[in-house]
Structure formats: structure tokens, C-alpha cells
């Protein structure tokens, strides 16, 4: 899985759309971007994945650059809910070999009423 | 809500003693992850069971273990207890082991090591 560099933290104002970057320089042409995301006092939770193509869901979605060095996650319209730590991971696909989730420190988003 | 239930919610004991951690599945997942979150470590992945095998082995002391039951439920078991044991700890289910599978999280068990 390639490393991912993602800001320490991301300030946005309710209802307004929010970009979060990741870098993934190193990424294989096998490994797919995943996001998951932690609210506060809770277990993480799935928001979206993709290889090449962008891709979305009710959630959010996820640009991902050409070269697919870098992607951004998009929360169109940022609620206070939506205040949590972003984790973006590659995963290398394997059909029988996969293992847990790496995660790294995150973004932490905080949005302002 | 996931769908995933763990017990307790909270386990205080003291440093030497043995705990167990249990996990339910989401309804039809055969997979299950173990997962430790601390301050300084952050979210680590531990152990992994498929159907009742073990499948993968993250950053698991050996004083840890766990297992899978024929009803998929699963235990982790932490013995020796340490001060720095305690952390949240997390348990995940998906459905299969494929890497782009969706992993389901639990509410988490706070374990207080005193």
C-alpha cells in the first residue's frame, strides 16, 4: 500500500463545499483510494473508494487526478455532522490476500455554524 | 448504526489481569478485523479472521489472541495486562476478504488499564 500524505487539519464553514487533498506519489497501478472518516466517539465509517475514474455516492465524491498521484475527497455541502478525522489509504486489490486497513493520522475537518 | 455490536463498552481492571473483547458480524459478514486505537499509536491494525481461520496478522503482541466461532462471532483476549494497553478497541466485519471490500466498524470497547 503506498504511503498517503494528507493536511493535519481543514477548517469550513456549514453548507459550504469542502476539498480534502491527499497524496499518494508512490501509488501502483493495481492499488485503489480509499476514504473513511471517524466522528468523534465512534468507530470509522466507509465513505468512498475508486481507482480511476471519479466516483460518487450519497456521501461524497472523489476526484482522482490523472496521473493518480493525488486525489481529493468532496463533501458538497459540509454539515456540523460531517465533523470528523478523513482518512485517506491506498489498497493494493487482492482477491483472497487482503488484510487490515493502514491508517495514518487524517484530516481533521472542523466546521464552523 | 453498522451492525457491528461489541462488549462491553467499557472494561476497567488492572495491570497483570486477562480480558476478553467480544464481537458480532454484520448479518452474512464471513470477515473479521481487530483493531487497537491509542494516543500516541493511533488506529493499528491487529488480527484478521475469514470463516473461522485466521488471515492475517497486523501489530498483535503475543500476549494477545483471538478467534472466530462457528457462529462467526469473535473474541480477543488480552492477557498480562499493561498500563499501556489501554486504548479503544475496534472491531470491523466485511463480507468477504477482497481489499476493496467495505469494512463495517463496531462502537468500540474502552479498555482502562489501571
Known amino acids: 500500500d503506498a504511503k498517503t500524505t494528507q493536511p493535519n487539519s481543514m477548517e469550513s464553514n456549514e453548507e459550504e463545499p469542502v476539498h480534502l487533498p491527499c497524496n499518494h506519489s508512490?501509488?501502483?497501478?493495481?492499488?485503489?483510494i480509499h476514504w473513511y472518516r471517524q466522528l468523534p466517539s465512534q468507530g470509522p465509517e466507509y465513505v468512498i473508494h475508486?481507482?480511476?475514474s471519479n466516483v460518487n455516492n450519497r456521501m461524497a465524491s472523489l476526484a482522482i487526478a490523472e496521473d493518480r498521484k493525488s486525489s481529493t475527497l468532496i463533501l458538497h455541502r459540509a454539515t456540523l455532522r460531517d465533523a470528523a478525522v478523513y482518512y485517506c489509504?491506498?489498497?493494493?486489490?487482492?482477491?483472497?490476500?487482503?488484510?487490515?486497513?493502514?491508517f495514518g493520522k487524517g484530516t481533521h475537518l472542523i466546521i464552523q455554524p | 448504526d453498522s451492525g457491528v455490536t461489541q462488549t462491553p463498552k467499557h472494561l476497567i481492571t488492572a495491570t497483570g489481569q486477562r480480558v476478553t473483547l467480544r464481537c458480532s458480524p454484520r448479518?452474512?459478514?464471513?470477515?473479521v478485523y481487530w483493531y487497537q486505537q491509542s494516543l500516541d499509536q493511533g488506529l493499528q491494525f491487529l488480527i484478521q479472521?475469514?470463516?473461522?481461520?485466521?488471515?492475517a496478522k497486523g501489530n498483535i503482541l503475543e500476549r494477545f489472541s483471538a478467534q472466530q466461532f462457528p457462529d462467526l462471532h469473535s473474541e480477543l483476549n488480552l492477557s498480562s495486562l499493561e498500563l499501556g494497553d489501554s486504548a479503544l478497541y475496534f472491531c470491523?466485519?466485511?463480507?468477504?476478504?477482497?481489499?476493496?471490500?467495505?469494512?463495517?466498524f463496531g462502537p468500540g470497547t474502552r479498555l482502562t488499564v489501571l
Open positions: 470491523a466485519s466485511s463480507t468477504r476478504v477482497f481489499s476493496t471490500d467495505t469494512q463495517y
Open positions: 508512490t501509488i501502483s497501478g493495481t492499488d485503489y
Open positions: 475508486g481507482l480511476t
Open positions: 489509504m491506498t489498497r493494493m486489490y487482492s482477491g483472497g490476500g487482503a488484510d487490515g486497513l493502514t
Open positions: 448479518s452474512g459478514d464471513l470477515s
Open positions: 479472521y475469514y470463516n473461522g481461520e485466521e488471515r
